[in-house]
Every structure is written in C-alpha cells, then in structure tokens.
T-cell receptor
Framework: DAEITQSPRHKITETGRQVTLACHQT?????MFWYRQDLGHGLRLIHY???????NKGEVSDGYSVSRSNTEDLPLTLESAASSQTSVYFC????????????FGQGTRLTVV | GQNIDQPTEMTATEGAIVQINCTYQ??????LFWYQQHAGEAPTFLSY??LDGLEEKGRFSSFLSRSKGYSYLLLKELQMKDSASYLC???????????WGLGTSLAVNP
C-alpha cells in the first residue's frame, strides 16, 4: 500500500544546530507540503512543492528550507534551530492540491532546547 | 483577506448527533475540506465539498453554502472514538493552497 512516512518521530536538538526532517511518500504525488502545528495556531504551511525542482515558501518559512530532487522526498531543514521552532511537524502529499485529499505523515515532534 | 472560524470546543453524548460549524471569508473559493485528528496523530480526510448542499458518508455528513461562507460537519450516532479534533480548511483558489481553521475539539461522553 502507498504511504507517507516521516522520520524521526521525535527529536530533541540544541539551539543553533542544523536539523533535517525527512518525508518520503510512495503515492507518486507531485504535490508535497510541510506544516507545523502549534496550540492556538492550527496547521501553518512552511514550504510546499508542486513537483521535482519546484519549491515555494509558505506563511511561516523563515528559518526553514526544502529541496525536491525526486518525486518521493521533501526533506525539511532547520538551518539554525531556535526554541520558537519547537513544534509538531507534518508532511503531506496530494495528487491535485486543493481538490484531492491530502495524506499526512505521522508527524515529527521536535524540541529545541 | 482570508479568514476561517470554527468553535474551539464542543461536548456531546454517545449516541447523539452533533453539528460542527465552520465559517469563512474569502475573495476566492474552490472547495472546503473536513479532516479528523485524534490526539497525537495525523489529520485524516473526512470530506470535500465544492458545490452547495449536503454530502453524506455513513455517519458523517458535510454541508456547504458558498453564498453564506458556511459549512458544517454533522456526526450522527456518536461513538467514543469520535472524540477528536475536527479541522475545516478551504481552498482559496489562488495557487491551490489550503487555509486551515484552528480545529474544534469534540469530547464524546458516555
């Protein structure tokens, strides 16, 4: 069965370190997204991609970057982790964005100390 | 601008019916989604409405009125496992991004 997986599921890192969260999907979807979810803010879009070599900034992209070298993967990098980036991160993919359902990964709980 | 609103919390009794409302204000609209999210888990898709009216899917139904900027999710024959957060999100039409509500936390009591 097709799926979307994130790793790691939990991560504790120190302020200032670079961190990469992995997202891998086997749906063969062109559209992939990274969200963060915090109490009182709901799901906020960090970065998204509509295909290989395509990346776009979302509403809270500062301090984050992504790259899309193949269809399956969209890793999210925190260039210099800050305590404000402590959050739960979700990766998602969809066949036709905004029309078809999005499939979410299990989430990564990141703590920056 | 873009704005979406839903109640923060609701409580209901097992076996009952509950309606979760979602209102939105947008200059562009191309459909509205409902997702369910259990605590500590990922959101999962429930429904998508792009035309006015009611869409029924088993115990869950979703309604949309585009002219009123209003949608609701109707849950019938509530079960304890329906205790979760329910997220509405609309497609604003511009580059296909979704605008998410904060979610409604539903507690189903015995």
């Amino acid at each position: 069965d097709a799926e979307i997986t994130q790793s790691p599921r939990h991560k504790i890192t120190e302020t200032g370190r670079q961190v990469t969260l992995a997202c891998h999907q086997t749906w063969n979807h062109n559209n992939m997204f990274w969200y963060r979810q915090d109490l009182g803010h709901g799901l906020r879009l960090i970065h998204y991609s509509y295909g290989v070599q395509d990346t776009n900034k979302g509403e809270v992209s500062d301090g984050y970057s992504v790259s899309r070298s193949n269809t399956e993967d969209l890793p999210l990098t925190l260039e210099s982790a800050a305590s404000s980036q402590t959050s739960v991160y979700f990766c998602a993919s969809s066949e036709r964005q905004g029309i078809d359902e999005a499939f979410f990964g299990q989430g990564t709980r990141l703590t920056v100390v | 601008g873009q704005n979406i609103d839903q109640p923060t919390e609701m409580t209901a009794t097992e076996g009952a019916i509950v309606q979760i409302n979602c209102t939105y204000q947008t200059s562009g609209f191309n459909g509205l989604f409902w997702y369910q999210q259990h605590a500590g888990e990922a959101p999962t898709f429930l429904s998508y409405n792009v035309l006015d009216g009611l869409e029924e899917k088993g115990r869950f139904s979703s309604f949309l009125s585009r002219s009123k900027g209003y949608s609701y999710l109707l849950l019938k024959e509530l079960q304890m496992k329906d205790s979760a957060s329910y997220l509405c999100a609309y497609n604003a039409g511009n580059n296909r991004k979704l605008i998410w509500g904060l979610g409604t936390s539903l507690a189903v009591n015995p």
